[in-house]
């Protein structure tokens, strides 16, 4: 059974950091894609960063470009997503979702819509 768990969300000050991991079960990561998402209840979800089955491509939303930065470990089978100099309005429950297809995250950062599997999600809390 394919299945992704999202951790390390928790509350931090602005300008502090966080690390997020995609824990995967039931199947390769390096054989997959792997997306971060972020959406709060009620608003419009947002492509955070996504980074291709072979690891060799990754991309970020504009919003998060110079601050955030996503890897993957296939001996853990994990993704991570290193989040630094927080802001507010990073505050949003974030996401990571899988695809098999190798032209995902190839040239661009997909949208949600090209994404198989998915995280119960992580809730990330930027407050002073």
């Known amino acids: 059974q394919l299945q992704l768990v999202e951790s390390g969300g928790g509350s931090v000050q602005p300008g502090g950091s966080l690390r997020l991991s995609c824990a995967a079960s039931?199947?390769?990561?390096?054989?997959?894609?792997i997306g971060w998402f972020r959406r709060a209840p009620g608003k419009e979800g947002e492509g955070v960063s996504c980074i291709s089955d072979s690891g060799g491509s990754t991309h970020y939303g504009d919003s998060v470009k110079g601050r955030f930065t996503i890897s993957k470990d296939n001996d853990k089978n994990t993704v991570y997503l290193q989040m630094n100099s927080l802001k507010p309005e990073d505050t949003d429950i974030y996401y990571c979702a899988a695809t098999a297809s190798s032209y995902t995250c190839s040239g661009y950062l997909d949208p949600a819509a090209e994404y198989d599997f998915w995280g119960q999600g992580t809730q990330v809390t930027v407050s002073s």
């Open positions: 039931g199947f390769p990561l390096q054989h997959f894609a």
